[in-house]
């Protein structure tokens, strides 16, 4: 299957495009990965409190939710290209912040790099649609954000392991690295002159808050189910980047294999990604995401069943391993829909990336909060068990296909 996969790695013109990418985003993930590992902790030991860390990281998705109600509105003859090496510039511009808010614990500074953090994720994830909206034929959705997956997750598993390392030799270090690997990244792109030169077509002379936010009513109303799981796929992301960072930190100091909590939430996507990418699943994504996220939740109620760290890693592994799965069919549901949309992906594009600010605005604090009435384990085990219910509900009134109300979507003037 690996070798079959490779040989049209090296000769689909298609698949260099999307391998080309891929390792651009490697290098921003990993150096976003490096942060996310480690700033959850200099927050937390700068306030000396779980909640005010919650709060500080969900202010970055707060702007992230603005960005993304401008952003459609605003974005007009951008290329992909221009659009990524923006999102890489903002990357490089948290890594510097941080430097000076190692110096000055004071709260404006770290929410002024959480409002650079906030706008990065939000440019980074319409570049990230626009590209497979637009470049990837549909019945290769699932299995391109799978293949993306695959460099996003293996970053986002060395990541931790590197920041352990890292902050272990000085405060400062994270975020040189993070700056090191983020000036690569963009060295790549600059390289990649013919790939990703497509422009964004959108044609919007102002902003008009109010009109976005009827248009996503409007579409929410439709797929409404599809918001639910991302908005909770991104609230358990949360409470891993978070509560898991700072937990992944307690664990070390008692016992070897306590640095791999993380990464043992990152790693079942390094495999799986290419198993969905090669199956190339293009009917039932709804149905089977589903089933795999109630699998996710049911070995995420389980994890504070013993105290054992080795029963913890298998409990994060084996819901990881539900959740790889997911992830790549939510986002191929999404691609599927945003290519229905025609002219007017764009708003499509904001609803959904607003679900995950929606998440890290929601997700943080909740952690923070569970986490100081109950502890770092049952966090996970109280997260599990809404997983569950909210997977069952959904299982039961999710329809087969959503309909959008195309009449309505062809009269809307921007």
Not at 51 to 59: Q, T
Not at 84 to 108: N, P
Not at 182 to 190: E, G, H, S
Not at 332 to 355: A, P, W
């Amino acid at each position: 299957m690996f070798k079959r996969l490779n040989s049209s790695l090296i000769s689909d013109p298609f698949w260099q495009k999307i391998t080309t990418l891929s390792l651009i985003l490697f290098f921003a993930f990993l150096a976003d990965a490096i942060l996310s590992s480690w700033v959850p902790g200099l927050i937390e030991n700068s306030f000396k409190s779980p909640l005010v860390m919650g709060f500080v990281i969900s202010f970055s998705s707060i702007v992230g939710l603005g960005t993304d109600l401008v952003f459609p509105q605003i974005l007009k003859g951008v290329s992909f290209k221009k659009l990524l090496f923006i999102s890489l510039t903002l990357l490089l511009a948290f890594s510097v912040s941080l430097i000076f808010a190692t110096d000055i614990s004071f709260i404006l500074v770290f929410l002024v790099s959480m409002a650079v953090w906030g706008v990065y994720y939000e440019v980074m994830g319409f570049a990230n649609h626009q590209f497979v909206a637009d470049s990837v034929p549909m019945r290769m959705h699932a299995s391109t954000w799978a293949f993306i997956g695959v460099f996003k997750n293996l970053a986002y598993f060395i990541g931790p392991l590197m920041a352990g390392f890292l902050i272990a030799g000085g405060v400062r270090i994270p975020a040189y690295f993070a700056i090191i690997f983020t000036i690569i990244a963009m060295v790549f792109l600059v390289l990649s002159k013919k790939h990703h030169e497509r422009s964004l077509t959108v044609e919007i002379e102002k902003i008009n808050f109010t009109s976005e936010l009827e248009r996503w009513s409007i579409l929410s109303k439709r797929i409404w189910p599809i918001l639910i799981v991302s908005t909770v796929l991104g609230v358990i992301d949360a409470f891993f980047w978070t509560t898991g960072a700072v937990y992944t930190e307690e664990l070390t100091r008692i016992s070897f294999w306590g640095r791999w909590f993380l990464p043992a939430y990152t790693l079942p996507s390094l495999f799986v990604g290419l198993i969905i990418a090669k199956k190339g699943i293009v009917s039932g994504k709804k149905k089977t995401a589903l089933r795999f996220f109630l699998l996710s939740g049911i070995f995420l109620s389980l994890m504070a069943v013993y105290k054992s760290i080795i029963w913890q890693l298998l409990m994060v592994f084996c819901s990881s391993l539900a959740l790889a799965i997911t992830y790549p069919l939510i986002e191929g549901v999404y691609s599927d829909i945003i290519d229905r949309m025609g002219n007017q992906k764009k708003h499509l594009m904001g609803l959904s990336s607003s679900t995950t600010s929606i998440s890290y605005i929601i997700g943080p604090v909740m952690a923070g909060i569970v986490n100081s009435k109950v502890g770092s384990a049952a966090t996970f085990e109280y997260l599990g068990y809404a997983v569950v219910v909210i997977a069952l509900v959904l299982l039961i009134i999710t329809p087969k296909k959503f309909k959008l109300p195309q009449k309505e979507i062809r009269e809307w003037k921007n």
